[in-house]
Nanobody, 121 residues
Framework: QVQLVESGGGLVQPGGSLRLSCAAS????????MAWYRQAPGQERELVAH???????NYADSVKGRFTISRDNAKKTGYLQMNMLKPEDTAVYYC???????????????WGQGTQVTVSS
């Protein structure tokens, strides 16, 4: 019943921008922590950005200065703002979040379905 729904992927030219959204659906209390991963063809899934429940943020070196992870607790939605996109950013992007459910107050990790980001001229 509780799930993460991703949106915002698509085709963009090098140097362009996209904003990915990761919305928690269902009845939850809060987003405890969130991360964005990506997986390019022939590559292992890598961690792109992470934000914890105290808003500590970490980025992969490859995206520092270009990507911004954020969270809107009122909307129960996380975001990944991607600027100055490069062809090597092309990948399927997955969000992962620890959600706190209303029932039991338990913390569980959920994955989004993935969204394709293609950077090409």
């Amino acid at each position: 019943q509780v799930q993460l729904v991703e949106s915002g992927g698509g085709l963009v030219q090098p140097g362009g921008s996209l904003r990915l959204s990761c919305a928690a659906s269902g009845i939850i209390f809060s987003i405890d922590a969130m991360a964005w991963y990506r997986q390019a063809p022939g590559q292992e899934r890598e961690l792109v950005a992470h934000i914890d429940n105290k808003d500590n943020i970490n980025y992969a070196d490859s995206v520092k200065g270009r990507f911004t992870i954020s969270r809107d607790n009122a909307k129960k939605t996380g975001y990944l703002q991607m600027n100055m996109l490069k062809p090597e950013d092309t990948a399927v992007y997955y969000c992962n979040a620890v959600l706190v459910s209303v029932s039991f107050g338990v913390r569980r990790s959920y994955w989004g379905q993935g969204t394709q980001v293609t950077v090409s001229s």
